[in-house]
């Protein structure tokens, strides 16, 4: 097998990987897809989580250390992966999630699907802080608009500047606590809508089923309603016979030739330990911006010196998160519910994008407001602190006997919370680098991370906070907790814990001070391209998957285009 | 029997006070607690071949001693006693469960077994014997006065702290078992149709559906129906 020539290598099966294989193989392209992690389907029912009973695991659905999102969670891997170390440097704490498993970090996502809108191409215009990417909304936007026909994608057309309208499948009706915290914004005159998330709500083709609504998308679906790459983009993909799928296979490092054009790639087969090569005419990393940018620093050559496309220095560099704080509140209103079937879609059915573009602010780039709550099955950690609420009620917490019963039913989906995520401001400083000294169990030089969070960040968590507290106030909410203050950086996630990371191989049209072109393509190898959202020169307040998706598509026509013009 | 239905018959036995310890220990080692070793039968909820050697490594585990195991049964059947029609604590496999989760998250190891200790060092100074070997109503005398969070005084407050795990442990064991879901009235985790929530419901919170926003929302009658759009992204099927 790995004396043949693959005309493209694509490492990685996730968003982006995954995209990159059904565009190209269905281009006719012979495609290896090299995974480090094991294959997955939801379907089988030996891999199946969704729908089982929480008494099926002895933990009753705990998060474990392989499964830091609950014992039921689809995906495979985490922020600390038994042999695979990374470091940080200094002060910095960054945690850097890692997916194993074919569709990667799609098994994981909350399917939350958001256009990136112009402006978000164009920050610098806007503050003068970072670059502006070097294509618009309008190039992107035919690939937006293929992705949503073709894997679904519900929400409402709304006409918003910076959230642009797309193909939706309509959306699922409010639940009753979204309809408390629609009622607390808008006595805050902030904006709700229906959510965007990647979730079958209508049918859309022959191949995949149509939601039955168990809230369980984190446990992957097994009629495959919902987006994750193994499901389907891979899947089809295996099926056109030009695809070749290597499982537990970890890249070590991109091969170069003498002319310092990339050759293939040498993985280690997990379950032997061996180190193989593989040949190919085109690579396509796709790994995860942070792995991708790895796999590029340790491709050292005569030609690459500082790693492969990094004669700018820039590989590593612009790394940048989500920002993240959340809240949550108690609704005495919404006590002694009525219980009913209210599990609904794996993901908010409502939520609000940045409404303040205009506003003159302390910081700069915004935040989108993520809603939860209702009546959800009860799973490990149900339970826990009872009757905490009594507090608010006037009534004693604690106890014990039967009347405990009463308690947990008098409680039962009282909750409303909210989560914002926001955008960073990328620096050249924060990064990831490779660590000198230490190496993985394979003997891979491991990354090492540097990051800080700037007073942009900061002070938009302080706003998050307060916008929290207002709505949840509004809404009826007894706020739960205490504010976070400036000793906690207003509640902002470490850097890492939203699970964003872009920027690492941003693109641009400067090879001194980007890595790649608009396509993706390294300005030092023209037969490497990155599909990640390595390439993202700004990350928006939006989750990156939707234009990981967009701009792996659109980099797939181009290479199609390459190789039918004999560049590639 | 095994070592749950042991603790459980012990239990709910009238039993003296004092008996309850020496009887126990003799019954359980007869059980040699086989149950609590081997992997449950339907064991196959999606796990990795990792994951399953880790898991079957915590279930051939013992962390607590008998005694311990008998206090956690005593005060799981206090948090949620079993006179109820949905039962109780015992009859939802508690003990095990604190026990696997002990072993599962090595940070409940020393505050479950050093609340044991105090229990018993307290029981001792008030009734001159161990937490499970004094009368019913001086084990609720204990209870009562650390089972409250609102109680300041000092000398309890490692008690309030223990008392307050096991009964977080209690209910989320409880809760999330069928005899748990069907004391709340749990109706989810199966395939259904969301179309909002129900007319009375929204009534009774003065909630109501705008009809701008309903406009935007699936027809159930049409979500088999492929998908279809107008160039304009409207959907026309």
Redesign the interface.
Request: glycine fraction near 10%; include cysteine; charge should be positive.
């Given at each position: 097998m790995a004396e043949q020539e693959y005309d493209v290598i694509v490492v990685g099966s996730g968003a982006g990987g995954g995209m990159a294989t059904y565009q190209l193989a269905n281009a006719g392209l012979k495609v290896a897809l090299i995974e480090a992690g094991?294959y997955y389907d939801p379907a089988a029912d030996?891999?199946?989580?969704q729908?089982?009973?929480?008494?099926?695991?002895?933990?009753?659905?705990?998060s474990?250390r392989?499964r830091p999102f609950g014992?039921?969670n689809?995906c495979?891997g985490g922020w600390d992966i038994d042999g695979e170390p990374y470091t940080n440097k200094g002060e910095t704490d960054f945690r850097w999630w890692r997916g194993r498993m074919l569709g990667g970090r799609t098994n994981h996502w909350g399917r939350i699907s958001l256009r990136f809108g112009p402006l978000d191409f164009k920050r610098h215009d806007s503050d003068g802080l970072g670059d502006n990417w070097p294509i618009g909304y309008e190039d992107v936007k035919p690939y937006y608009d293929k992705v949503d026909?073709m894997i679904?994608v519900?929400g409402?057309?709304e006409g918003l500047p910076n959230d642009p309208?797309?193909?939706?499948?309509?959306?699922?009706?409010?639940?009753?606590h979204e309809?408390?915290f629609i009622?607390g914004a808008k006595k805050s005159n902030v904006p709700v809508y229906?959510s965007r998330l990647s979730i079958l709500?209508?049918?859309?083709?022959?191949e995949r089923g149509?939601c039955?609504?168990?809230?369980?998308c984190s446990r992957a679906c097994s009629i495959h309603a919902d987006f994750s790459a193994g499901t389907v983009l891979v899947m089809p993909a295996l099926k056109g016979g030009r695809v070749d799928l290597y499982t537990n296979s970890m890249v070590r490092e991109v091969t170069t030739n003498s002319e310092g054009v990339a050759t293939g790639v040498s993985y280690i087969d997990k379950e032997t330990g061996q180190e193989t090569t593989m040949k190919g005419r085109t690579i396509v990393l796709a790994a995860s911006a942070c792995s991708s940018a790895r796999i590029l620093l340790n491709s050292k050559s005569a030609q690459h010196e500082n790693g492969l496309g990094n004669n700018s220095d820039h590989v590593g560099r612009y790394l940048h998160d989500s920002t993240g704080a959340s809240r949550a509140a108690f609704i005495p209103?919404?006590m002694d519910?009525?219980?009913?079937?209210?599990?609904?879609?794996g993901g908010m059915h409502v939520y609000t994008p940045w409404w303040l573009e205009n506003e003159k602010l302390d910081f700069t780039r915004g935040y989108h407001l993520e809603i939860g709550g209702g009546?959800?099955?009860?799973?490990?950690?149900?339970?826990?602190?009872?009757n905490q609420y009594n507090e608010y009620i006037g009534e004693?917490?604690?106890?014990?006997?039967?009347q405990?019963?009463d308690d947990?039913?008098k409680f039962?989906g009282s909750r409303l919370s909210i989560a914002c995520r926001g955008e960073s401001v990328p620096q050249f400083s924060n990064r990831c680098e490779i660590d000198p000294t230490v190496v993985d169990e394979w003997g891979i030089p491991v990354l090492r991370f540097d990051y800080q969070w700037s007073e942009h960040e900061i002070n938009q968590a302080k706003h998050m906070q307060d916008t929290m507290e207002e709505i949840l106030e509004n809404a009826g909410g007894t706020l739960l907790g205490s504010k976070p203050g400036s000793d906690r950086q207003y509640g902002l996630a470490k850097p890492g814990e939203i699970i964003h990371e872009v920027g690492t191989t941003r693109m641009g049209n400067n090879p001194a001070t980007s890595v790649t072109n608009q396509f993706g393509q390294l300005h030092d190898a023209k037969n490497v391209f990155v599909a990640d959202a390595g390439t993202f020169v700004s990350q928006a307040d939006k989750n990156p998957t939707w234009t990981i998706m967009a701009l792996a598509w659109r980099q797939a026509d181009y290479i199609v285009d390459q190789f039918k013009q004999q560049n590639l | 029997m095994n070592r749950r239905e042991t603790l459980k018959s012990l239990l709910l036995a009238p039993m003296a006070t004092g008996v309850i310890a020496s009887s126990a220990t003799s019954k359980i080692n007869a059980a040699q607690a086989r149950t609590w070793r081997a992997l449950p039968k339907d064991y196959s909820y999606g796990r990795t071949e990792i994951e399953k050697e880790s898991d079957a490594e915590l279930f051939a585990e013992d962390y607590f001693r008998e005694h311990e195991l008998l206090t956690i049964a005593v005060l799981c059947d206090i948090i949620l006693p079993s006179d109820h029609p949905n039962g109780g604590a015992l009859d939802a496999g508690l003990p095990d469960f604190v026990e696997f989760m002990a072993k599962d998250r090595e940070r409940y190891q020393l505050p479950l077994r050093g609340g044991i200790a105090w229990l018993d060092s307290y029981s001792l100074e008030r009734f001159s014997a161990n937490f499970i070997n004094i009368s019913e109503p001086e084990r609720l005398m204990i209870c009562d006065s650390i089972a409250y969070v609102d109680n300041q005084e000092a000398e309890l407050q490692p008690g309030i702290s223990f008392f307050s795990l096991m009964r977080n442990l209690t209910m989320t064991g409880y809760y999330t078992t069928e005899l748990g879901f069907k004391d709340l009235g749990y109706v989810g985790n199966t395939p259904n149709v969301w179309d909002g929530v129900p007319e009375n419901v929204l009534t009774k919170h003065g909630k109501s559906y705008e009809d701008e926003w309903l406009a935007k929302c699936v027809d159930q009658s049409k979500r088999d129906i492929t998908a279809q759009w107008d160039d304009d992204m409207n959907l026309i099927s």
């Open positions: 094991d030996e891999q199946r989580t729908l089982r009973n929480p008494w099926e695991s002895p933990r009753r659905g705990a474990t392989r014992d039921y689809s495979i026909k679904g519900f409402s057309n309208d797309g193909f939706f499948l309509p959306a699922p009706k409010p639940r009753l309809l408390y009622d229906p709500t209508k049918r859309i083709n022959d149509v039955f609504y168990c809230r369980q209103e919404l519910r009525e219980i009913y079937n209210e599990d609904g879609v009546m959800t099955m009860p799973s490990y950690g149900f339970g826990f602190a009872a004693r917490v604690g106890g014990y006997g039967n405990l019963r947990i039913k039962y | -």
